[in-house]
Nanobody, 125 residues
Framework: QVQLVESGGGLVQAGGSLRLSCAAS????????MGWYRQAPGKQRELVAV??????????NYADSVKGRFIISRDNANNTVYLQMNSLKPEDTAVYYC????????????????WGQGTQVTVSS
């Protein structure tokens, strides 16, 4: 069982900042990718940012709508991913979900996918 605990959501004014955190725990052997998705009312869930590993190198990818404003980072030792959100806009308002993919202890295949419960981010104009 892999559990994700999210925190950091809240209400901010446009132009403000928030930092989301997501900590993964459980029988995890390795994490291949950690990311953030969001879903606004009446819209599909969309990828915001993801950080994945290839060997010792981490790769970050962002949705076009958040490039230059959001930064995703990862603390491998604590299986934690962060999303620093700067210059927030009202259109960033959504429920943000953490997603983690990796391998369980003693299991090579298949990789697991785990979702957090979601944290509300509201940006006022």
């Amino acid at each position: 069982q892999v559990q994700l605990v999210e925190s950091g959501g809240g209400l901010v004014q446009a132009g403000g900042s928030l930092r989301l955190s997501c900590a993964a725990s459980g029988s995890i052997s390795r994490i291949n990718a950690m990311g953030w998705y969001r879903q606004a009312p009446g819209k599909q869930r969309e990828l915001v940012a993801v950080i994945s590993s290839s060997g010792s190198t981490n790769y970050a990818n962002y949705a076009d709508s958040v490039k230059g404003r959001f930064i995703i980072s990862r603390d491998n030792a604590n299986n934690t991913v962060y999303l620093q959100m700067n210059s927030l806009k009202p259109e960033d308002t959504a429920v943000y979900y953490c997603n983690v993919r990796g391998l369980r202890v003693g299991v090579q295949l298949p990789a697991f996918t785990s979702w957090g419960q979601g944290t509300q981010v509201t940006v006022s104009s």
